[in-house]
T-cell receptor
Framework: RKEVEQDPGPFNVPEGATVAFNCTYSNSASQSFFWYRQDCRKEPKLLMSVYSSGNEDGRFTAQLNRASQYISLLIRDSKLSDSATYLCVSSRDTDKLIFGTGTRLQVFP | SAVISQKPSRDICQRGTSLTIQCQVDSQVTMMFWYRQQPGQSLTLIATANQGSEATYESGFVIDKFPISRPNLTFSTLTVSNMSPEDSSIYLC????????????FGQGTRLTVV
């Protein structure tokens, strides 16, 4: 079993839609969580960190449920430019990051 | 933030040969990480490159196949040795930002094709 698991998708949604991605992690020692975005043929870039209290950045909302070992990312009012692969990431007490397989999002006009 | 220059950006190599990938960071960092991203897959950590000591390899990766150098706090190399087509992948170096458990910055990646 992978340490971080995601639905690979693809999620095909129209512009303006709301879409949610889920992610589960198996190691209860994981301390920090992130969502990264990776465009085709590009390196991953941080989208947002995920805090236990939940956090929002514009159209993006991330939530963490430590009891269920579950992380989510909600994207509201999807734009064409949101099309990418979204990587769920955890880390323990070092800077080593554990990546999920990624969820591919395709927003269509 | 850190700026990482990784090269080569891509290469096509013959099986049995070796390729050395370089990463240069614009600031001093204690740890650098090397990842592999196989086609259609996510990133898998190969090893952690520590300055002044041997690299720490993850399960499934060995020093003979992926020797790493870390001569100073701004530079590292990863060599893919005795390549086979199964080594065709994207290789990325990464550094953490200041502090623990914070953002990681990535090089642009090296797209390797072994024929």
């Amino acid at each position: 079993r992978k340490e971080v698991e995601q639905d690979p998708g693809p999620f095909n949604v129209p512009e303006g839609a709301t879409v949610a991605f889920n992610c589960t992690y198996s190691n209860s020692a994981s301390q920090s969580f992130f969502w990264y975005r990776q465009d085709c043929r590009k390196e991953p870039k941080l989208l947002m960190s995920v805090y236990s209290s939940g956090n929002e950045d514009g159209r993006f909302t991330a939530q963490l449920n430590r009891a269920s070992q579950y992380i989510s990312l909600l994207i509201r009012d999807s734009k064409l430019s949101d099309s990418a692969t979204y990587l769920c990431v955890s880390s323990r007490d070092t800077d080593k990051l554990i990546f999920g397989t990624g969820t591919r999002l395709q927003v269509f006009p | 933030s850190a700026v990482i220059s990784q090269k080569p950006s891509r290469d096509i190599c013959q099986r049995g040969t070796s390729l050395t990938i370089q990463c240069q960071v614009d600031s001093q960092v204690t740890m650098m990480f090397w990842y592999r991203q196989q086609p259609g897959q996510s990133l898998t950590l190969i090893a952690t490159a520590n300055q002044g000591s041997e690299a720490t390899y993850e399960s499934g990766f060995v020093i003979d196949k992926f020797p790493i150098s870390r001569p100073n706090l701004t530079f590292s190399t990863l060599t893919v040795s005795n390549m086979s087509p199964e080594d065709s992948s994207i290789y990325l170096c990464s550094v953490p930002s200041d502090g623990l458990n914070t953002e990681a910055f990535f090089g642009q990646g090296t797209r390797l094709t072994v024929v």
